[in-house]
């Protein structure tokens, strides 16, 4: 869950068609991480779903989406239907665009 705010970027990317807003955000990273986020930007009821894309994270679990370790090392207990694959992780990344600094 993102609880604050430090820094907006309001840009368009050179190399994509679409618009971007890049955020600075505080998470708690006990938590898995949000795939998405909806959001009612004009304050009138139209909310729109928005992808998120995550950058320069430490480690991360394809197992139990959190951070702070990896899917050999995660002893969260997860919901059998969650278990995925190492292959089938790593298609996530679409989603996911980080890597450890």
């Not at 894309?53 to 899917?71: I, K, N, P, Q, S």
Request: net charge negative; proline share 2%; aromatic share 8%.
């Amino acid at each position: 869950m993102m609880s604050e705010v430090h820094d907006l970027d309001l840009g368009v990317a050179s190399d994509s068609l679409s618009c971007f807003l890049r955020a600075r955000v505080t998470m708690a990273v006990d938590k898995p991480l949000q795939r998405y986020l909806c959001v009612d930007f004009l304050d009138n009821g139209k909310v729109i779903a928005m992808l998120l894309h995550y950058e320069r994270l430490m480690d991360y679990c394809f197992r139990c989406d959190r951070l702070g370790h990896v899917m050999d090392e995660c002893v969260v207990e997860v919901e059998k239907e969650r278990e995925v694959s190492f292959n089938a992780a790593r298609k996530l990344v679409v989603w996911l665009q980080a890597s450890s600094p």
